[in-house]
Nanobody, 115 residues
């Protein structure tokens, strides 16, 4: 059974930083692309960043240069380092993996950027 658990969200002032973590179980972690999505109130969920099995990364244009995704294949974790945070980065952040044709999601962690 695939299980994803996010942590690290919180309230931060504009310009601040947070580091999100997602721990995965139930999959051979090192073989899969891991994704971070976010959803703001009243908006669609959007892909923020992903990291492939080989370490290649992709980012939403609006977070390029500010966010960094990384993975630890020993501890089955994926991280999202978020710097220079803006109010528009506010939302629930979700870890995701596509496994055997189906999407699996964590419960999310809330990020609020506000002064």
């Amino acid at each position: 059974q695939v299980h994803l658990v996010e942590s690290g969200g919180g309230l931060v002032q504009p310009g601040g930083s947070l580091r999100l973590s997602c721990t995965a179980s139930g999959i051979n972690f090192r073989l899969y692309t891991m994704n971070w999505y976010r959803q703001a109130t009243g908006k669609q969920r959007e892909l923020v960043a992903n990291i492939l099995y080989n370490g290649s990364t992709n980012y939403l244009d609006s977070v390029k240069g500010r966010f960094t995704i990384s993975r630890d294949n020993i501890r089955n974790r994926v991280f999202l380092e978020m710097n220079s945070l803006r109010p528009e980065d506010t939302g629930a952040y979700y870890c995701n993996v596509q496994y055997r044709g189906s999407p699996f999601w964590g419960r999310g962690t809330q990020v609020t950027v506000s002064s």
